[in-house]
């Protein structure tokens, strides 16, 4: 997900100091460019089994200074506001994907032993899939961090679900 769709979801769906944030940052509420922002990421394509037209390295567009203040903002209150996060962006995909769902109880879901949580739960198109979302201030997004937190990650869905032994 890029800063827009995770910025305009903090604003429209998440609770006062999340809002308050994207606010502070100049960001202004306006429902059809969040959807819109929304239905422009890989995430959104990948819900709706839209391929792409064209292949980039890069980034196309460009992100208002606004919107990556915004989203440095809401990247600073990941560690206490994570679910929130999680939250008011499946809020926003449920606003603009009417087969898009996750009930209130599907959000950090023990995966059991209390060692392995997923973020959310979700049904699309009447398929179950498991959401991991990260959004960790720029400062901790470093290549090492990450690829030690995704292999992490991983290691204990393999173990949990039996695909490599314990």
């Known amino acids: 997900m890029t800063p827009s769709p995770v910025s305009y979801a903090c604003l429209h ?5 999340l809002k ?3 606010v502070a940052a100049g960001v202004k509420e306006h429902i059809s460019n969040a959807r819109v922002t929304l239905q422009a990421t890989d995430f959104y ?18 992100t208002s ?6 989203y440095k903002g809401v990247q600073a209150l990941s560690a206490r506001r994570h679910k929130d996060i ?13 087969t898009f769902s996750v009930p209130d109880d599907k959000f950090e879901v023990d995966g059991g032993d209390g060692n392995l949580f997923t973020d959310a739960v979700a049904t699309n198109s009447g398929e179950e899939i498991y959401l991991e979302f990260h959004h960790l201030s720029p400062e901790n997004c470093v290549a090492s961090k990450m690829a030690s937190y995704i292999m992490e990650k991983l290691q204990m869905y393999a173990i ?4 490599v032994p314990r």
């Open 13 to 17: 769906y998440g609770p006062t100091q």
């Open 160 to 163: 949990h679900y039996n695909l």
């Open 20 to 22: 308050q944030a994207v």
């Open 65 to 70: 200074d606004a919107t990556e203040e915004a």
């Open 86 to 98: 999680n939250v008011a962006i499946c809020k926003l995909i449920s606003s603009t994907l009417s």
């Open 45 to 62: 394509r990948y819900l709706t089994s839209t391929t792409l037209n064209e292949l980039t390295s890069g980034k196309k567009g460009k």
